[in-house]
């Protein structure tokens, strides 16, 4: 007798059948099944020698009448019993492994991305509950996985309510710092990859290089914790100033400060005695206006008030009205001021 592949396409289809037999054809499988059989007489030997090895007749025997049953089966010879005892083990690897593939995809965090246009905010909900509100033009990247919750801002300024899980600490990557916390309310101004800002509004952040592994993070958190006073543990009312991603400088709020600091989440914008030029910068991301000084002397007069958010033509009104400064707007969507 010849030997048989263990790659033979009808054979493996066969192998395919019996499965599907050993599960319960379904009203749709019946009649294609049927087909299949009846489209070649090797069709109808290779599964009629598959039922036989796994004792599955009593499958066929279901089907008799609408094709016919040998009555007396071959003995199936040394090779083929070999053969299909392959055509088995290899299923049964492709099972295994697809299982563990399916496995490693559900485990592999996915990314999500949340943005505002400049002049809006808005605030999203993660998928652990935990909320960020993201002011003008910022932007954030999520991943979720089964240790850890990561949140990276790519630009702009968020405050995060987290949503408490001590085995699964909320991490926010800023350039080349990271704050961790485990239930709390903090925000964070990222200027650029090395200079950023920090809020504590509740609880506890944790400042830390955002080069750290899970298990580098977790060992710093205890480590911190232990100690009677860490200046990377920030506290709620405290601002941590980054400079150069190590100049850090952390003060005190007081609640008018703490207020001020984070008007903009209630769409407003308040200054105290602010130079000209640092209210512009300020007031620009919340516009597509940008401003020019033409005047030197005008561009640390201090301003004192209060905004709405991308409310350019109060603010325009009030420099004109109380310190005499004209304003003009040009075609690149420009407002140039200077004296009167």
Known sequence: MANHSVHDPIRLQASAWISRLNRGLTDEEKPQLIAWINQNPKHHKAIYKCASFFDNIAHLEELNGV?????????????????????????ISLTVASFYWIKKLNNTPSTRFYATNIGESHQYTLPDGSKVLLNSNSKVSVNYSETS?????????????????????????????????????????????????LIVTEGVVLISDSTLDHAQLKQRINHEQQKTHSRDIITAHEKASIENSRNQHVATLSMPQLSKALAWQQGMLI????????????????????????????????????????????????????????????ATNTVQLSLK
């Open 67 to 91: 094709f016919p049953l040998e009555e007396n089966p071959r003995i199936w010879t040394t090779n083929v019993i070999i053969s299909t005892a392959i055509l088995l083990a290899i299923a």
């Open 149 to 197: 919750r990561v949140v990276n801002l790519i630009y702009g300024e968020g405050q995060f309510n987290v949503e408490k899980n001590a085995d699964k600490p909320f991490i926010v990557i800023v350039g080349r710092k990271s704050f961790t916390a485990l239930g709390t309310i903090f925000n964070v101004e990222k200027s650029n990859e090395m200079d950023m800002e």
């Open 271 to 330: 200054f105290d005695s602010q130079p000209l030029m640092e209210v512009l910068q300020e007031v620009s991301r919340y516009t597509d206006i940008q401003f020019e000084i033409l005047s030197s002397d005008i561009a640390n007069i201090e301003i004192s008030g209060t905004y709405n958010t991308g409310d350019v033509k109060k603010l325009l009104a009030s420099l004109a009205h109380n310190f005499n400064i004209q304003y003009k707007y040009n």
